[in-house]
């Protein structure tokens, strides 16, 4: 498994949005209490991985939510107990388990286009198959057909599940690779109340990840590792209280199950604050202070990072922040290719655009000179809750880097929000168009831009030519 680690300064900020209008359409879901069902069940084998499993956890549960009834979960076909519809998530660890007319549907030659995280949906007869090459695909596959074809909103403050007089099925056909390969969102910070959520708020916010799609988990934690490190810098040692034991286990418990969902974990980085007992061993108060030096520090830097990555893991891969190259004095356009310049290994490199859809840095620093990198989408610094965006804006510049040319090395879309649960529909947009940037249109068409919500009285949102909104 790669691992990624990060090592970023921040800072903090407001921004003016546009302000606008935003349309809305009602939604074609009905609450109509169900007249007649035809049968279902979900079927997964037991081989499956954790995030197959889970994933046909929660499909079985949000089926019964829009049916208003209890759909079964069962471990193969023979259980099926005459219930004529199948729903099977699957991946090749099933082949030689399914029914020899569905076997081929799950070969690894038929799927090996999908990549890791592509998924499928194919309805043969009374058996629709979801799928993917790996366990996170198939459960990719579960979140497609419940958001697009079930009409099921994933949302940061709640899922909208409205009601289903049947499910669509035979007319399920779909194959889906993300047109960014690594797909994210920040840690919450100092800027939220993320210090207070208990593993319930965790969970739900883990599982909006999972369902959204994303790939990998970027969460708190290493507060108690720091704290040992710098008293031992400081000739000390740190001995730890009840409440760093409890904030510890906690985040060994978000980590583990954010394994078991399938997303690949980010080691937490280090922002550069040093607690006052580390300054007397080290008194060095102006590093850097002729051109020469700071030239000399960056570089020395750079190699320290990569040397202690090569020895504490090969696989893992460095994860930089671009927010830094703002400061254009400390970091002139020569200073940031040296930089890139001296990253010996570029695919066990990432440096992400942090404020990419307002003050992208690609652009002025040739793509990173090479190197792999990922859009990020900011929006909301810290503090400003309002209801703002311009979403035009956002499909034209993620489009912009999908089909240029010269951000070919663009390898993910990461969001980078300083405020958690607010502006749902903007970073619902986003997460779509990390799968589908081509999908969105603000021409006026009145196209389908996302997935919608689909609870009681919840509006549908379209595409009209304006595409920004107020509170």
Known sequence: MVSYLRLTCVCAGFVLANLGEVAWAESAATDAKPQTLSPVVV????????????????????????????????????????LTRSILLATPASQ?????????????????PLGNDGCRAVCQGSVLVLAGLMS????????????????????????????????????????????FAERYCSPPGGYTLAEHMDWCDWRREIDWRVHKRQNLLWGPGGELVWKQVFAELAGQVYTPTETDREQDDLYHKMANYAR???LTTIMPGF?????????????????????????SIKLDFAAAVQRAR??????????????????????????????????ADPDRFRIYDTWGEERPMWTLHNAYWGKNWTFGVLQCFGGNTTLHGDLCALVRDVQRVATDPRAGNCVGLYLVPEVLHHNDLYFDLAMRLAWYPSSVTCDGSRRPATSCLSGKGAPTWTTPGAMTWRS
């Open 310 to 343: 090569d020895e504490v893991c090969p696989d893992m891969i460095w994860l930089a922040d671009s927010w830094a190259f703002l400061t254009a004095d400390f970091w002139p356009l020569a200073e940031v290719k040296a930089f890139c310049d001296a990253i």
């Open 43 to 82: 079927i997964v084998y037991p081989d499956e991985a954790a995030p197959v499993q889970l994933a046909a956890q929660d499909l079985a549960r949000y089926l019964g939510e829009l049916l208003d009834t209890s759909v079964p979960l069962i471990q193969d076909f023979d259980s099926r107990s005459g």
């Open 260 to 262: 078991d969902r399938g």
């Open 271 to 295: 922002l550069g604050e040093v607690p006052a007992e580390f300054v007397p061993p080290y008194p060095e108060a102006s590093p850097g202070e002729s051109p020469e030096e700071k030239h």
């Open 96 to 112: 030689s388990d399914v029914p020899p007319t569905l076997a081929p549907v799950l070969s690894r030659s038929e799927l090996e």
């Open 136 to 179: 996170r695909g198939a459960a990719n596959a579960v979140w497609t057909y419940l958001e697009e074809f079930c009409h099921v909103g994933f949302f940061w403050d709640t899922d909208h599940v409205g009601r289903l007089s049947d499910l669509p099925f035979e007319t399920v056909s779909f194959r889906h690779v993300p047109r």
